[in-house]
């Protein structure tokens, strides 16, 4: 990707021609010098730091409230080239979630895919951390936080996602650096459920009622295999509880019918004994009683005492006659209940006999309800105990792919060491420029410690330290990543003049020279803002020739001395850091 042109809608806006190779100065001015340098913290300078902020918003960057909010109506235009081919992309503030390519309006996510696909090398297996947005600000730094190390920008959330996108456009294999990752981020994972399986109340509670698992378990199967049983021998009667009716209701007749029998009996003891009792009066005492009634009444008025024998004699034979009649009867009624009550004893027995070995379907349910019961805690056990033993089976085969990892990045390192010096050499010939007796390069070492980043990476510079030595290594950074091509269709790096403020004149004139020479012989771009003073302090180290060139990579010149000299051309302030 080469820069090209920016434009806006407004004709106030300042049109940006870059040069095509080379150095590129976007050059601010002001014209009252008593106010500091770096006004990159807000928009209301000359509009440096806006620049780099409207390129990444014509390349797809989040939406960006402030435009929303101040630059009502504006629509931004890149011309830029990825290889030989031409693209254009316009972006408005009010509909940011579109962006025309080419006359093509896209979504910004259609958007950035497109142009990952055109300007970076992405690997077929993976590297689901490697995107256009977050590897555009390592050509393209756009806060302040992007400047403190080379190896990190504003998009970079973890190590492991430092190390990866690096390492990529370094051409360094990056499956190793991804592969530690995921395998100790499921590790992690591992170690924490096991954790709360094993420790969470809410979970042992559901699983194993808080008690030992495999007793439970065992236990659990004792009472299925009892269950199952009973079940297996269960024969169910859908007429149950009819046939159980009728059974109740003969065992209550066959009771009234007992107690009937009952009755009849000691009543027909009670005739046998009235028959076998003997009620005859001795004639002494009926001739005793008589003669005491011939003294109490007149003889004519009492009956001859053979015609009361004779009376006497016929009301005993009429009793004894009665009572056998009576007997009799009872019998009969007896024999008669006696009948019943077998034939109601048949019919109780065989409906009883029915029912002994049948259950009522409900029953059946019931039991089978049980039985369901617990295989249901057994199978939550044996899941507790299955998950258990799952998660330390992984978390074992984990360590061992993890010890063969690090067997495998050592030889990796051993394998590619002389190719891999000689990538990285870029970096080191360029702090060689500004520290020539200083040791510089780039270091990657294997880290075998408990964690998720495969590599010790590091940038470094063993100088004395100042506040430049940070800005020249990430400079030297950021052109070896740009010069190396690895991985990327990248042409330019763009740097805001806050990377020059602590840097010495000596040094930031050799950072302009090594800038303008090395992306014109390798036809790539370096563009930068830069304040005139920062310019002006290299007078004493460049020749006028060498300062006058430098001054001819002037793209555009901003002032401070009214709207019209800034890059909108208006006045409009906007914080938006």
Known sequence: MR???LTSNKTSFKTVKFNRTGISLVIGSRKDQSHGEDDSRSYNGVGKSLLIEIIHFCLGSSANASFRQHLPDWEFTLRFEVGKKPYTASRSTDKQGNITLNGETLKLKAFNELLGKLCFHFPDWGGSQLSF???LPRFIRRSKADYNDPKITSSDREPYTILLRNLFLLGIDISLVETKYLLRTRQSELELFERNFKNDPFIREYYTGNKDASLQAKHLEEQIARFEGDLAQFAVAEDYYQIEKEANDLTARLRLLKNKKAVVENALSNVQKSLETRSDIPREKILAVYGELERAFRAETLKHLQEVEAFHSQLLTNRIARLGQERMKLETERKTLESEIYQLNQSVDAK???LADKRALDQYAA????????????HKLQDYQHLLHKSREDAASIRIKLAEENIKTNAYLDETSNERELRLEAFSSLAKRFYPDAPAGITLQNNLGDNKTRYDFDVRIEADGSDGINAVKLFCYDLAVLTSQQNHEIAFVFHDSRLFSDIDPRQRAVLFQTANSLSSHEGLQYIATVNQDQLDALQTDLSPKEF???????VLRLQ????ESKLLGVQVDMHYQ
């Open 367 to 378: 039991v089978s309800a049980q039985l369901s019961d617990l295989r249901a805690k057994l």
């Open 352 to 354: 009883l006999g029915y």
């Open 548 to 554: 006058d060139e430098l001054l001819g990579r002037t």
């Open 3 to 5: 820069l090209i042109e």
């Open 133 to 135: 947005r977050s590897l």
């Open 560 to 563: 401070d001395d009214g709207p």
